[in-house]
Every structure is written in structure tokens, then in C-alpha cells.
């Protein structure tokens, strides 16, 4: 394929809106919900969740109208998350869009059909122009007029259908299984939350320790009742913080990289291999993450060794129980401490306790890593076949 259509011969290029100077944005739900470069992490499809914010009523009418609609293909045009593409779902629909991303509006679908303009931007040969079109350095941004300059294969509206087909199976596929990790990761948070902050973990008869009657006690440092034999503890109890360190030299290889944002890469070595907590140490502080395995993190996450058995899985969601966000300590970048993680509270149970719920929920926990897996074969399956199916050489039959 060397026939190619430039951004501006299909769609015009609009950009989003910043809430106004001194406005913030909120978390209860309204309908008004806006959408961040950080809701572009959910994948290929946008939907609201649960870390979505929302436009204050009183500034809303300033930024009514750059909203966008379900199925607008949208562009990460600022920062290190420039290059990032997702499509709207339908929950989103008529949603604000933030001034860090640009959308697709008004597309000529008798050329271009949405989805594969979707695939076309995230091909490598967009990735590589977006790259070279950047402009800044501390702050990389992308300019509209080198937007309208990306290229769009030009295959038939039939052909790009058959593209869009198979690379679309692959990823519905991926996103069933998420929805499945999601599920399993939702019923660990239940249990865990009946156990230990409503206290009706199984007694000695495999009924309701709370309800059926369990003594509880009350507990001066806690301020609160809690069962008999249970006692209040600290993070520091519980596990050892290590700090993140450089993976700039580091080969590439099978093993995640983690920041605050995520998996930023896989390389060749490791930090640690286990059980752990990750815990940012600046940027997206709410961003904990469960990990079972050899990893690496870099200088904005923590990383941490349980001291006790059993406790990993425990530990991640009595740290999610915290916002992490006000206990900042940054005057700019959000910054946390491990003074202020180690000196965090926790309601301990006995030892017994800790391993019957960790020996109950590591059964989710290997179908999540197993879903986890099969997603990065997928990926990289899809990712293989992309250009291939872009330019040409992986064909149809009639």
C-alpha cells in the first residue's frame, strides 16, 4: 500500500477544553462527565467508571460545547501520553473532552471507516510520525497542522471492513477477558470487605463471626470495636518499602516495568520476584497495584516485601482503603513518603485468618494472572498483524 489519504482529505481535527483557571473538577456523578488523558487507560474503548470526574455545574456552560460522541476516535496530543488513541463508548456520549486531546469530527465514512481509522493511528507508521511530528521537549505537544499531516491507507471501505474484522476479534477477546479480571478482582474486594471491615469472616462453624454473635471488643488506639484476638497495626508491621530505581540501561525482555502510571516497558532484569504492594511514590498516588512475580519499578513507585505470609493480597486492599491523594506531600508533582505509608493504620487478625482468606482468594488471583498472559499473547498477536494488514502483506481471499 503506497496510496495514502492525509488527515485533513478525511475528518477535521478539533481540540478539547480546559476547565477554566481555578476550577476543579468533580468526583460525584452528574452529566456532565470529562473526559482525562488518564480515563485513556481503560483501552480501546471509553466507558464511565469509577475513576471518572465530572464538570461542575457552575463553570459547565463555558465548555459545553467541545464534547464528543459515541464512537469519535480521540488523540493523546500532550505529554508522555501523546500518541494514545480510544474510541467513545456509548456511556460517554455528549461527554466534555480535556484540552490534552484532540478528536476526529465530521469523518468522510465513505472513505474511512471509523474503526480503521482507529487501527490506522495506532499502526506503527502513525506511532513513528507522531513521534517525529512532537514539537517541545520538557512538554512534547502536538500540533494540529501535524495532526492533519498523519497518513490513512487507502483501501476500499471492503477491505478496511475485512481489516478492522479480524483485528477487532482479537481485541474483543482481550477486552471479555478483562471484563472476566475485573469480576474476579470485584469479588476479592467483597470478600475482603466482609472479612475485615465487617467482621463476618467464617468462626469455627463456618457462620458469620459478627451476626452470629463473635465477641467484639473495643480497641482505644482504633477507636472502634473489633474482634477478640484482633489488634491494630501499622504498614511497617506488616512490610519492608523498597525505592524504584533507573531502567534506562536495562535490556529489553519479558519483565514489567512499573511507574506510577502502569507497565512502562519489559526488560531483562528484575528488582524484586514475589508477592508485593506497589505503591506510587509520585504522580498517580491512588494507582496501588497487586503483583505476584519478578518485576522492576522505577523511582516513582515504590515497591515492598511482606514480612508476614499470606499478607500480600491483604496488605493491597487495606492500602486501597486509603486516599492516597490527601495525604500528598508534593507542593507540585503529587509526591507520598514511606514515613507516611509505614505509619498508616490496619486492623490485624490473627495469623490463622490471614492464611484462610489468602489461601481463598489466590484462586482469583492465578485466573487473573492467566487472563493476564493470554491478553499479552493477544496483543502482541495484534500487534504483529497490524502493519502487515496496513501495507499489504497479509491479504484476503475473495
Not at 271 to 296: C, H, M, Q
Request: aromatic share 12%; with cysteine; proline share 4%.
Amino acid at each position: 500500500m503506497n496510496e495514502y489519504y492525509k488527515i485533513e482529505e478525511i475528518c477535521k481535527v478539533k481540540g478539547g477544553k480546559r476547565i477554566p483557571q481555578g476550577c476543579t473538577l468533580q468526583d460525584a456523578p452528574n452529566e456532565h462527565p470529562y473526559i482525562r488523558i488518564l480515563d485513556m487507560y481503560q483501552g480501546r474503548i471509553l466507558n464511565i467508571s469509577d475513576e471518572m470526574q465530572y464538570a461542575k455545574e457552575e463553570y459547565w456552560s463555558i465548555i459545553k460545547n467541545y464534547i464528543v460522541k459515541k464512537g469519535d476516535v480521540i488523540l493523546a496530543i500532550v505529554g508522555n501520553t501523546l500518541g494514545m488513541v480510544s474510541i467513545i463508548g456509548n456511556t460517554l456520549d455528549k461527554a466534555n473532552l480535556t484540552e490534552n486531546c484532540c478528536k476526529f469530527d465530521d469523518l468522510d465514512t465513505d472513505k474511512v471507516r471509523k474503526l480503521f481509522l482507529y487501527y490506522s493511528l495506532i499502526a506503527p507508521l502513525n506511532q513513528k510520525n507522531i513521534e517525529k511530528f512532537k514539537v517541545g521537549s520538557s512538554q512534547p505537544k502536538l500540533p494540529i497542522y501535524n495532526i492533519n499531516q498523519l497518513l490513512i491507507p487507502k483501501w476500499s471501505v471492503e477491505v478496511q471492513d475485512k481489516i478492522v474484522g479480524v483485528l477487532s476479534a482479537i481485541d474483543l477477546k482481550i477486552e471479555n477477558n478483562n471484563k472476566v479480571l475485573q469480576n474476579l478482582e470485584a469479588m476479592s474486594k467483597i470478600i475482603y470487605d466482609y472479612w475485615f471491615l465487617q467482621f463476618e469472616f467464617p468462626n469455627e462453624d463456618g457462620k458469620p463471626y459478627k451476626s452470629s454473635g463473635g465477641k467484639m471488643v473495643w480497641n482505644e488506639e482504633l477507636k472502634r470495636e473489633i474482634p477478640e484476638g484482633w489488634r491494630k497495626a501499622s504498614f511497617s508491621d506488616m512490610m519492608e518499602i523498597g525505592n524504584g530505581k533507573d531502567h534506562k540501561e536495562l535490556n529489553d525482555g519479558n519483565i514489567p516495568v512499573y511507574g506510577s502510571g502502569g507497565v512502562m516497558r519489559k526488560v531483562d532484569a528484575s528488582i524484586y520476584d514475589g508477592e508485593s504492594v506497589l505503591i506510587p511514590r509520585k504522580g498517580t498516588l491512588n494507582n496501588i497495584i497487586y503483583v505476584n512475580g519478578a518485576f522492576w519499578t522505577v523511582d516513582t513507585m515504590f515497591y515492598t516485601k511482606m514480612k508476614k505470609a499470606h499478607s500480600a493480597i491483604f496488605v493491597y486492599y487495606s492500602a486501597k482503603l486509603y486516599d492516597f491523594e490527601k495525604l500528598n506531600t508534593g507542593t507540585g508533582v503529587p509526591s507520598m513518603t514511606s514515613t507516611i505509608i509505614y505509619n498508616l493504620k490496619v486492623v490485624m487478625p490473627p495469623e490463622e485468618i490471614l492464611e484462610r482468606f489468602d489461601n481463598y482468594v489466590q484462586a482469583f488471583y492465578l485466573q487473573i494472572q492467566k487472563n493476564k498472559i493470554e491478553n499479552e499473547e493477544l496483543s502482541s498477536l495484534r500487534n504483529f498483524l497490524l502493519p502487515l494488514l496496513m501495507n499489504g502483506q497479509v491479504g484476503f481471499k475473495d
